[in-house]
């Protein structure tokens, strides 16, 4: 695991260097990144012209969930969002050349075109969330703080694992890239809203199936003293680091069956 | 001397989809590599040659563990490939002709910088080794230079000293010549061959150029149709495969043919004729008696092609 | 020598359908990709679809619009994504690199006008998602939830016009992005400030009616509602005529200056590649 670490550190640590030496088209790359993905918020804003509540709940409200959750994409795609450029690197033939290398392979595929303008999402995520943080009503506790803290970080995986699923998933169907990104950005965006104004079922599917309830709503409902509108069990707000976990193990299996199959076939 | 490469009877099959129609689907078997057995020394300069399709790039795959063989049985360095993948990967070196191994957008010093750090080079090795590789194959100009710059023999060189730079026991080449200019090539056959006499790193060296291994390597295994039809040393391979080389000489005005020692003349066509020469032999002699004739226009030396090689060897 | 306009010659329009058609083939070979981005133009448009019902029931009416139009909106918006190039790509991707590889130069030299060239073939390409991407979500909407559907044949055939129009409009804009391209190697940043805009300004963020008025009235001087806003208005129009014509007018008018700034562009470009020796 620290061989892993160490190695995604240095790789990284080459692309961000070779970023830097350009700064002005870094900064323009993660203004530009922060830009866009303000964007989503900024469509919730002008909705609240219009309502006081949506699914009954007030913007700061909103803007919590939103927060949470666009930080766990932006974290998960600075991270490993480059996993989902598997299909080009054995295209191209640098997966090979990985494959050479006393690296683990994800870490390679990971840390390949390493960005660090991502951070824009993240720090538009950040900035939404200091406001929320302190315009909600919220009755702020430790426990309330961990859990925003857990959410935040168990979100961050669960992205993390739909990212190297998608990457893992191309080795199987090639050029059908872009379902992966019906499930990260698909995914951010369904969570950036409370799951009330959706039905039932599609809530169990993300609750049970994809785990993207975890990642902002149930610590959501219990930073703010909701009750689940859905009755579901009250243990399911601390869950979030267990589903996470179960999650990524599912994805980690993925990975491995993906790489397995590639180096069985070559192709 | 032991045995670092020990291959037994290794074997690689591929499923290939075909269309027969618009509806119908067909599956075949490849199979790219079929039984083939051999071992390498420690130290061994070995040439691996065929046409093309005929599985050499697979074999070089399944040796440096990113095709997991169909069967058969493989060691490397004592350990499995496809087991031991990452293990086995601190003590190989590989350049891929077609491909770099190099990151494209950043300078080329920092690639090795990076491939220093990767393989936990220490520093005072590192830098040694950089500076010998820089300096033997010319790349200090190129050194500052963004990959996606260089030319390719000037990328080409740089791929290998980036596979030399933590002194692997093994050295893989897959096509290393392809596309170079003459002047290129004999530079990385100087090099290469040096390489393997002064540091005793074993070199495995796949191509389709019956000269790269000429002038690198002391053994042949020519691999067709996913088998080892030869392997053995050059005269050898020469003298079973009776291949020829043949020398094109334009002279001035149409002459008898011409007389010269260790050749034959096999064609004339005006003033032009094709004489023919044992592969094996040099052709110094020869073009040195064709220079002292005061009628010479121009010549050309053609090698045998690597498919005049096999088929001759299949009909010895 | 520049381009030559070579609207009247003979053969003029089967060149055109030749290019629409290779177009058509081009994009038609993605198959994997298609399929792939018509799954995520349906998720979108179903996690939407439920954002606009939240919406409009808690302000019924807002901005004109019942449910089923909003409803219908969001569909239809997921279906004109590709054809419209929201997210750019295509020819911007394409003169980027053909200038990257030096082929732009040839592009300029030859004697039928590069915009006319690449408008037809975009055509096509649009043709491909419109079928393509846009059909399956909209059927998928369309089965989900109850939409608003055009009775007259006349507001259908005005759409589908209008859809065109769009095209065309979204074409002028990447096509203008995409001649950056001799002037600036790195087109990453202009090319995401047009996306921003695109998506802000056309609808496919928030239709357009829900906009506060300042916002409003700085979309309704802008090209990018001609990509989504406007052929949605047609769709939804129940009246034809009054309604449909000035919204078709105004993508006719932002076509003529799009096309017009290219062409003007490439004249630069000319100039500029003859002075710089290509």
């Not at chain 1, 680091?241 to 599912?250: N, R």
């Not at chain 2, 596979?163 to 050295?171: G, N, W």
């Not at chain 2, 040096?194 to 053994?219: A, K, P």
């Not at chain 2, 002292?292 to 010895?316: C, G």
């Amino acid at each position: 695991m620290a061989e892993a670490v160490r190695g995604f550190a240095i790789i990284a640590g080459a692309w961000m260097r070779a970023a830097m030496t350009y700064r002005t088209s870094f900064v323009l790359g993660t203004v530009v990144q922060f830009v866009i993905t303000f964007m989503d918020f900024a469509a919730i804003i002008i909705m609240f012209g219009h309502i006081e509540a949506f699914g009954g709940f007030s913007i700061s409200e909103i803007a919590l969930l939103y927060a949470i959750s666009g930080f766990g994409l932006g974290a998960a795609d600075l991270l490993v969002g480059n996993a989902e450029a598997l299909g080009r690197r054995i295209r191209d033939g640098s997966f090979d050349q990985m494959l050479v290398r006393p690296v683990p392979a994800l870490v390679q595929v990971a840390a390949d075109h390493f960005a660090l303008r991502r951070l824009g999402r993240i720090a538009q995520s950040s900035a939404v969330l200091a406001w929320a943080m302190s315009a909600a009503p919220i009755d702020w506790t430790v426990a309330r703080v961990v859990v925003l803290v857990a959410a935040m970080a168990s979100g961050s995986v669960i992205f993390s694992a739909i990212f190297v699923m998608g990457g893992a998933f191309q080795v199987f169907a090639g050029d059908a890239a872009e379902v992966a990104n019906a499930f990260t950005y698909g995914g951010n965006t369904l969570t950036q809203y409370p799951l009330t104004i959706y039905p039932t079922e599609l809530v169990k599917g993300v609750t049970f199936i994809v785990p993207l309830a975890f990642v902002n709503w149930y610590p959501g409902l219990y930073i703010l003293g909701i009750d689940d509108p859905f009755g579901l069990p009250d243990w399911l707000r601390f869950a979030s680091p267990v589903a996470a976990l179960v999650f990524v193990a599912a994805a980690a299996a993925i990975w491995r069956t993906a790489v397995r199959r590639y180096r069985s076939t070559g192709s | 001397m032991s045995a670092i490469i020990e291959v037994d009877g290794l074997r690689r099959t591929f499923s290939v989809r075909r269309r027969r129609s618009r509806f119908r689907r067909e599956r075949h078997e490849v199979r790219a590599v079929d039984g083939i057995s051999f071992e390498l020394g420690a130290g061994e300069a070995v040439g691996y040659i065929g046409p093309n399709g005929a599985g050499k790039s697979t074999t070089v795959k399944m040796l440096t563990g990113i095709l997991v063989p169909s069967g058969g049985r493989l060691r490397v360095a004592g350990l499995d490939p496809s087991a031991r993948r990452t293990e086995l990967a601190r003590h190989i070196g590989v350049v891929f002709g077609q491909r770099t191994g190099l990151w494209w957008d950043l300078p080329l010093r920092d690639s090795y910088e990076l491939l220093g750090r990767i393989y936990r080079v220490p520093r005072p090795t590192y830098d040694a080794n950089l500076e010998r590789l820089v300096d033997l194959l010319d790349l200090g100009p190129l050194l500052e230079q963004p990959v996606r710059q260089l030319s390719l023999g000037q990328r080409m060189r740089g791929d290998i000293a980036a596979a030399l730079l933590h002194d692997p026991t093994i050295l893989y080449l897959d096509e290393p010549t392809i596309g170079l200019d003459v002047m290129s090539k004999a530079k990385l056959r100087q090099f290469l061959r040096e390489l393997n006499t002064e540091s005793g790193t074993t070199i495995l060296l796949t191509t389709h150029d019956l000269v790269d291994i000429e002038q690198v390597c002391r053994r042949v295994m020519v691999i067709d149709h996913g088998r080892l039809v030869f392997d053995g040393g050059f005269e050898q391979l020469h003298r079973e495969g009776g291949a020829r080389r043949t020398v094109v000489v334009d002279l001035a005005a149409p002459t008898e043919p011409l007389s010269v020692p260790g050749a034959t003349v096999s064609r004339i066509d005006g003033p032009r004729q094709w004489l023919s020469l044992p592969a094996g032999a040099s052709s110094a002699p020869v073009v040195a008696a064709l220079g002292a004739r005061d009628d010479l226009i121009d010549l050309s030396i053609q090698e045998p092609a690597i498919e005049d090689v096999i088929t001759a060897l299949y009909t010895r | 020598m520049g381009p030559t306009n070579t609207d009247r010659a003979p053969g003029a329009v089967s060149l055109y359908s030749a290019l629409a058609v290779r177009g058509f083939r081009r994009y038609a070979t993605y198959r994997a990709a298609t399929a792939a981005g018509a799954f995520t133009n349906s998720v979108f448009g179903v996690i939407i679809a439920y954002t606009y019902i939240a919406l409009w029931e808690a302000r019924p009416d807002l901005g004109g619009y019942g449910v089923a139009q909003a409803l219908t909106f969001a569909w239809i918006a997921q279906a004109l994504l590709a054809p419209t190039g929201m997210f750019g790509g295509f020819i911007i991707d394409d003169l980027s690199e053909r200038v990257r590889t030096g082929a732009a130069a040839i592009d300029l030299h030859r004697p039928v006008s590069l915009l006319g060239l690449r408008l037809a073939e975009d055509l096509g390409r649009a043709a491909y998602h419109l079928l393509a991407r846009g059909l399956p979500p909209t059927i998928v909407g369309a089965l989900l939830f109850d939409l608003a559907w055009p009775d007259r044949i006349t507001t259908w055939v005005a759409a589908l016009l209008s859809i065109a129009l769009a095209v065309v409009v979204g074409f002028g804009l990447r096509f203008l992005l995409g001649l950056l391209a001799y002037w600036i190697i790195d087109l990453y940043g202009p090319a995401w400030v047009l996306v921003v805009m695109q998506l802000f300004f056309s609808g496919m963020m928030l239709p357009l009616v829900v906009f506060p008025d300042w916002l409003r009235r700085i979309a309704d001087v802008l090209p990018f509602r001609c990509l989504i806003q406007i052929p949605i208005d047609v769709f939804l129009s129940d009246d034809t005529g009054t309604a449909v014509l000035p919204l078709l007018g105004v993508q006719l008018l932002w076509i003529s200056v799009l096309l017009g700034a290219g062409s003007a562009l490439t004249r630069f470009a000319v100039r500029k590649v003859v002075i710089q020796g290509g």
